[in-house]
């Protein structure tokens, strides 16, 4: 296992403290899973996309969300450390702290930057920081093709 499998299961998570689809969305449409795999995930981003913008939707940090956040950075953690070949405890821990960091910034980051840009804008702003890194953190290891593990030696 390798610091940087740890540090990209960090970066999911934290992308799925913004998003919490992102954990699980990220891995599965970066691998050779089949299509309505493929398409269950990007319809999951897509909904939380849409649903984070509307007035009803529930703070990320009541306990149900907050739950399910933690749960999808692990488990993204896990995935990408499967599909890479390495150890996966690490990576699912560093998922699980990525998405506790994730949602407390993410909610801070709402709460001081809507006043100030509008709430659509900060929560656009915040879309595309946490698609950015989602993307970054499921970028294949280099000399390895995402969706691949390394041969064994």
Known sequence: MTSSAVLRAALLGTAAGGRSALGVAGPVLTSPTRRPARAAALAAVAGE???????ATPDRTVPPSVVVRLASGAAGGWL????DGSEWL???LAGVAGAAAG??????WRRVAAPRLGALPAAL???????ALAAAAVRATPGVPAGRPPRAR
């Open 125 to 131: 702003a915040e879309d595309a920081l946490v698609l």
């Open 103 to 108: 949602t407390l910034g993410g909610a801070r």
């Open 80 to 83: 990408l450390a499967r599909r």
């Open 90 to 92: 690490l990576p699912a």
């Open 49 to 55: 996309l849409v649903a984070d913008k509307l007035p």
